[in-house]
Structures are given as C-alpha cells and as structure tokens.
C-alpha cells in the first residue's frame, strides 16, 4: 500500500477483554516497529520485528501484551485481560532494511480506549 | 540508558516569525542519530529532519533546521517563516547507530501554537 495502514483506528473494550490491533506496514519494508503513546507522552518503543522474527521486544510492558508477524509483512498487537493503563495510542512504524539511518514510516495509530 | 527531554510542554509563535524548540539527551554513545518528529492531530508522526552524530554540519530542510551541539548533547529545531500548517506535536528523538539499535526513544513533546 501506499502507507503504512492501522486498524481499527479507535477501539474501545471492556476492562478484562482481549483485542487484537492490526498493522499493514509499506510493501516490501522488512522492519516492523509497534509503540504505545500515553497521553501526554512521547511513544513508547514496545517491539520490533525483522522480517519474522522478533528482534527486540524489550519494551512489552507485561505477558498481556504480545505481537506476532508470521509472514513478514502484516503485524498484529495482542492484548490480553486489558487494563484500563492499557488505554493508549498504538502506534505502528516500518521501514526498509537496508542502512540503519533509514527513515520509518508510522501509520496513523489505533486509540485504543478500555473502559 | 538513553533519555531524551524537552523541557517546553507548548510554545507560541506568530504568522511568519521564527521559533526555537528545545531537545536535550543523554547517551554514552558516540554514532547516533537524532530526529525531529511532527504529530498533527491526525496522530500521524511525520518525519522533520534528521541529523547524524558524526556530522558536524547542521542538518537543513527548507524552513527547518536544527542546531546540533554534540558535547552539550543538545539538538534544538528552528521553524522559519512559521505557517499555520506548522502547529502540531513535535517530538524529538534519539536512535543508537549500532547494528539492531533500530530502537527510537522520544521525549514528551512540545505542543507548537502558530498564531495567525
């Protein structure tokens, strides 16, 4: 596609319930990055995924919170039993692996609002 | 561990005049590369201009420049002829040069106001 696409764009759950948030990146691109912006705040670097594979997920905050990319290009973010500190914006960002001063390219997030 | 600060939650600035944003960080690295990052309210972070560590030369993109001040560790972004399209969230932000380090840490933001 012609960006990088989120959805759904809002989502409000009930505390407890499990959601799932969608990540399309820019064709072609192999880095795939996922971040959490509180209100108020600058993003939070969550996870980061190399093709596949998660090369860094030191930023997950808790094993409620968990991301997979099985064919490489498609991300989804994986929450479980939310909280209402889980009430955010996700942000989704990608980019192309070929030097590490490359620019990424972030989607338009998804509020996610757990009530 | 990295940090990133911006110590000026909002700033104001008329039609066409020149404001200054603030950025400080910390980092015991030396290859490193620095970010300006514009969020409107679409939540969109687009990217400003960008600057690498081993550069000496201020990095420049059209109305926007930056004043990089490596041994301060301070990276400070100037909007020229500012334009109402200018208002939004700026973001800056650091990412380690080292092979992986594709991890970005932003500070808080400032929130620019463009009075017409």
């Known amino acids: 596609g012609a960006g990088v696409s989120q959805t759904p764009s809002n989502k409000v759950t009930e505390k407890g319930k499990y959601v799932e948030l969608r990540c399309d990146p820019i064709s072609g691109h192999t880095a795939l990055y996922w971040y959490r912006q509180s209100l108020g705040q600058g993003p939070e670097f969550l996870i980061y995924f190399q093709g596949t594979g998660a090369a860094d997920d030191s930023g997950l905050p808790n094993d409620r919170f968990f991301a997979v990319r099985p064919e490489g290009s498609v991300s989804t973010l994986k929450i479980q039993r939310t909280e209402r500190g889980d009430s955010a914006v996700y942000l989704c960002a990608s980019s192309s692996w070929t030097v590490l001063n490359t620019e990424a390219f972030f989607g338009q997030g998804t509020r996610l609002t757990v009530v | 561990a990295q940090t990133v600060t911006q110590s000026q939650p909002e700033m104001s600035v008329q039609e066409a005049e020149t404001v200054t944003l603030s950025c400080t960080y910390d980092?015991?690295?030396?290859?490193?590369?620095l970010f300006w990052y514009k969020q409107p309210p679409s939540r969109q972070m687009i990217l400003v201009i960008r600057q690498e560590a081993y550069k000496q030369q201020n990095a420049t993109e059209n109305r926007f420049s930056v004043n990089f001040q490596k041994a301060a560790k301070s990276f400070s972004l100037k909007i020229s002829d500012s334009q109402l399209g200018d208002a939004a969230m700026y973001f800056c932000a650091y990412r380690s040069a080292r092979t992986g380090g594709f991890k970005t840490i932003f500070g808080a933001g400032t929130r620019l106001f463009v009075k017409a």
């Open positions: 980092t015991s690295e030396s290859d490193y590369y």
